[in-house]
């Protein structure tokens, strides 16, 4: 199915990151125990229940990923089975029937190939970004998990997350709110953890931020992650550092970008505890990365009620390299030795 026509007319380098109502979203429902096979429908709306236990308990989740158009035209996306494998992760978590991987791929795919014409072309700097989402529906009052669950794709075109696009640099207010507790939901994809950030988002942009950073709960002194990305720290000039804790999403691009500095960069790579205000100084390069933020370089912090200024230079080169070689394998113009491109028969 899909709507037949030419590409939409959009200014692709000014659509930033926005929901935009396109032609069709996957609809799967389970109800008795089972998943129906689901169906590609036009209707954006959700009929709910005022009982439903997604409203009122936030029994939801969701995940984030893009498709790209390469050079020849192909559609690309970038490591869906990471996304189908961390939804079925937060769905047992939040006690949601896991979605399978056949049918969370096939749903995504089914929905950019109907949603063709709204796919950015190549090089316009625009993505399409895809929105699976598991939400607990049907009637419920007392706090039990629901009955009955729809599974839902949809998809829209977007631009960069944060203002400046590309490889523009960002700063970070670290939050006085906690994100999540050390055995909490922090490293599952539920729309709870969201919520809880909105009132963190909002001061930190009332600082000047493009973003909130989150230290670890427990001791305060950790960095976490920033509200909608991980984090990455180049130390010495030869080392790239991404925090340990067991509080934050493990972040698909993290992963990816951690085994190219290795691989490709020849960079020392390291997970563990970053202590912000002991380890600030020796920071060279800092970056924010995660599937709407990309990599983005952090120019500056507010913590203890003051900006601190990140490295010694403006530039990034590190991160910028990371940047390329990152966005060259999901755009298919960098050959893909890990086979992280899932093309889309079209
Ligand atoms: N951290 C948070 C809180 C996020 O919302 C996201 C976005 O998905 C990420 C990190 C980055 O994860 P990924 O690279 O898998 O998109
Ligand atoms: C993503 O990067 O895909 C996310 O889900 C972050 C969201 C806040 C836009």
Redesign the pocket.
Known sequence: MSKLGEKVSLDWAKIGFKYRNTDFRFRAKWDNGQWDVGRLVEDSFIKLSEGAPALHYAQQCFE?MKAQTAKDGRILLFRPNLNAERMRRTAERLLMPSVPDGLFIEAVEQVVRANHRWVPPFGSGASLYIRPMLIGVGENLGLRPAEEFEFRVFCSPVGPYYSEGGLGSISLAVSQYDRAAPQGTGSY?AGANYAAGLLATKDAIALGADEALYLDSRDRRFID?A????ILVLIDGDTLVTPASNA??P????RSIMILAETDLNLKVEERAIDLREEFESFVEMAA????AVLSPVKRVWFDDEWHDVGRSPETPIMQSLYDKLVGIQSGILCDPGHWVHPIAL
């Open positions: 984030g994809k992650e509200g909608s990305a991980n934050i999403l972040s698909i691009t993290r990365c995660g599937t709407a």
